[in-house]
């Protein structure tokens, strides 16, 4: 997939991308806030229609290779709608807690509505950003993301912030887009992802909030650049798996 170049000037230092439009950073946040309080109703459904259900499977994957255990303490950055959570719920088990945090009050009542309603009990949930988490230092087992770094203004901060909060010994998973290893598998990723504003016109009656998708995917950080990122926030040992050839990839990182 081909990525945008940010801006070298003066005012790139106050601007950012919200897909491949510049915006002030001040303005982002909002921006962003406005696509998923957009799609928040059918978020999950549309997820299963773009991915042909795979990414229930890859989050499925991240659960396993996680590492952990019962009565853990575990951290769901944008955690929107609880996929994760209600996966991870089960295995930190009613000595453990999740929180599911997230800077949307819609995608969070969403996912607090479906786990309540799943009858799951050991999640809190927190409205905050992700740049500035509300919790002490070293204070959790494992970070997770799942398809939601690619939408912080500044994903260097997010990171260092997490670093932070993870114990010695913590995992951190992010799960999200990335940019395929093979060109042919690029161009074909990139002719079925341009028609996802299509389907979101028909599905949630918006094709806008999906177009930012697509160009959010695009302009995210390549495996490599993204690992780098990861290191400069504190974090060791960082590997990262691709799937369908990078279309999606996993970064998993220890503190140390």
Same mark, same amino acid.
């Given at each position: 997939?081909? #990525?945008?170049? #940010?801006?070298?000037?003066?005012?790139?230092?106050?601007?950012?991308?919200?897909?491949?439009?510049?915006?002030?950073?001040?303005?982002?946040?909002?921006?962003?806030? $406005?696509?998923?309080?957009?799609?928040?109703?059918?978020?999950?459904?549309?997820?299963?229609?773009?991915?042909? $259900?795979?990414?229930?499977?890859?989050?499925?994957?991240?659960?396993?290779?996680? $590492?952990?255990?019962?009565?853990?303490?575990?951290?769901?950055?944008?955690? $929107?709608?609880?996929d994760f959570a209600k996966l991870f719920s089960r295995k930190v088990g009613k000595a453990g807690t999740i929180y599911l945090s997230d800077i949307n009050e819609s995608m969070l009542l969403e996912g607090r509505n479906r786990?309540?309603?799943?009858?799951?009990?050991?999640? #809190?949930?927190i409205l905050a950003s992700g740049e500035a988490l509300p919790f002490p230092d070293n204070f959790f087992d494992c970070v997770t993301i799942g398809y939601g770094i690619r939408n912080f203004t500044h994903k260097d901060k997010a990171l260092e912030?997490?670093?932070?909060?993870?114990?010695?010994?913590?995992?951190?998973?992010?799960? #999200?887009?990335?940019?395929?290893?093979?060109?042919?598998?690029?161009?074909?990723?990139?002719?079925?992802?341009s028609l996802w504003p299509a389907f979101g016109k028909l599905l949630v009656?918006?094709?806008?909030?999906?177009?930012?998708?697509?160009?959010?995917?695009?302009?995210?950080?390549?495996?490599?650049?993204?690992?780098?990122?990861i290191e400069a926030a504190g974090l060791s040992k960082v590997k990262y798996y691709n799937f369908m050839s990078g279309v999606c990839a996993l970064h998993r990182a220890v503190k140390i």
């Open positions: 997939m081909s #990525e945008q170049k #940010e801006p070298h000037t003066d005012e790139a230092a106050k601007t950012t991308h919200f897909g491949y439009e510049n915006v002030r950073v001040e303005e982002k946040e909002e921006k962003v806030a $406005g696509v998923f309080n957009a799609v928040s109703s059918k978020y999950d459904i549309m997820n299963d229609v773009i991915s042909f $259900g795979s990414h229930r499977l890859l989050k499925r994957f991240t659960v396993e290779i996680s $590492g952990i255990r019962e009565g853990d303490k575990l951290l769901d950055v944008a955690g $929107g709608t609880g786990l309540i309603d799943s009858g799951i009990s050991n999640v #809190e949930y912030d997490i670093a932070r909060v993870l114990k010695p010994g913590g995992r951190l998973l992010v799960l #999200e887009f990335s940019k395929p290893q093979n060109p042919l598998v690029s161009k074909a990723a990139d002719a079925y992802s009656g918006d094709g806008a909030p999906y177009q930012y998708l697509v160009e959010s995917i695009r302009m995210h950080p390549d495996q490599d650049t993204f690992k780098a990122m």
